[in-house]
Structure formats: structure tokens, C-alpha cells
């Protein structure tokens, strides 16, 4: 059973760095995309940020390029969210998920097969 645990999300001031952290047990990580994704309160979720089986393709919302960074580390089954200059607007619960297949392509929701719960950023004016 595949696994995923979110960590890292707090409370900061906007322009503020935070690092999320996602690891990820019961499933062979390195044949899995990995994505994130967040859902701020009264909203849907969407998608923040990608990446590829090797870690060497990325892809970002429009809305945190420039901002937000995502790597991995297949050694230690675990994935990286870098989150610099945050605002407000930032302000979301941030899930990650895994997509079996190292396939190029967008990462919908709908293609991830594991979730994890969640981790809770606040970020304040």
C-alpha cells in the first residue's frame, strides 16, 4: 500500500521561505511522477508543481514559477517543494501525489494514484 506523508507546512510572514517535505513509502518511487498540489479554503485544488521520474524535468503553475521549486531524492524516496517569497495567496493545504509511469505529459489530478494527507500552509500579511 502506497504511502505518501507531507511535512513542512507552518504559519509565516509573507515573503517568507518554507520547504516542503513528502515522503513516500510502499511503492517503487523511482518509477512514479510526482506532483503538488494545494486547495486553499472555498476553493478547488490545483496543481502547483511536477516533476519527473529522474528529477530532471519540472513544471510549475504560472502562478508560483520563479517561486517554488520541486526536486526529489529517489535514494530516499522523498520529494521537495521550495517555497520562496510566499503571500497570502499561497495560503492552501499542499497534498502530494504520485503517477505511476515515467511518461512526459501534464499532471492532472485525475492521473495521480496516491495521495498523501496533506500539510497546512498559512501565510500571513
Known amino acids: 500500500q502506497a504511502q505518501l506523508v507531507e511535512s513542512g507546512g507552518g504559519l509565516v510572514q509573507a515573503g517568507a521561505s518554507l520547504r516542503l517535505s513528502c515522503a513516500a513509502s510502499?511503492?517503487?518511487?523511482?518509477?512514479?511522477?510526482m506532483g503538488w498540489f494545494r486547495q486553499a479554503p472555498g476553493k478547488e485544488r490545483e496543481f502547483v508543481a511536477g516533476?519527473?521520474?529522474?528529477?530532471?524535468?519540472?513544471n510549475y503553475a504560472d502562478s508560483v514559477k520563479g517561486r517554488f521549486t520541486s526536486s526529489r531524492d529517489n535514494a530516499e524516496n522523498v520529494v521537495y517543494l521550495q517555497m520562496n517569497n510566499l503571500t497570502p495567496e499561497d495560503t492552501a493545504a499542499y497534498f502530494c501525489a504520485a503517477a505511476r509511469g515515467c511518461y512526459s505529459g501534464p499532471f492532472y489530478s485525475y492521473l495521480m494514484n496516491s495521495w498523501g494527507k496533506g500539510t497546512l500552509v498559512t501565510v500571513s500579511s
Open positions: 516533476i519527473s521520474c529522474s528529477g530532471g524535468s519540472t
Open positions: 510502499g511503492l517503487a518511487f523511482s518509477n512514479y511522477r
